[in-house]
């Protein structure tokens, strides 16, 4: 088992940038990725990073904007550029055991940290 902590998260104004790390417990082996949740809506997939082969995926909204990167074996960051009030939310890290996914779907993910808010001011 896993445990996740995430970090960064804040109150920022449009246009700024935030960086949100995610610190595993042992993160070797395992797909790593970030989801949101907004006031009164379900979680949503932003992006998602390979154990296997470092590659990653995003949801359209935040393509061009949000990067994911592994910093160390245990560190997964989530560089947010371009902040819009939309993206307001708070923002969970999550591991998947499958290391060579970079899945969209939440029900894959076994392991997730407690979020962290992120507050987009316009």
């Known amino acids: 088992q896993v445990q996740l902590v995430e970090s960064g998260g804040g109150l920022v104004q449009a246009g700024d940038s935030l960086r949100l790390s995610c610190v595993a417990s042992d993160g070797r082996g395992y797909a790593m990725a970030w989801f949101r949740q907004a006031p009164g809506k379900g979680r949503d997939f932003v992006a998602g990073?390979?154990?296997?082969?470092?590659?990653t995926s995003y949801a359209d909204s935040v393509k061009g904007r949000f990067t994911i990167s592994r910093s160390n074996t245990n560190t997964v960051d989530l560089q947010m550029t371009s902040l819009k009030p939309e993206d307001t939310a708070i923002y969970y890290c999550a591991a998947d055991r499958s290391g060579w996914r970079t899945s969209g779907t939440e029900t894959l993910y076994a392991y997730w940290g407690q979020g962290t808010q992120v507050t987009v001011s316009s």
């Open positions: 990073l390979s154990w296997t082969t470092g590659r």
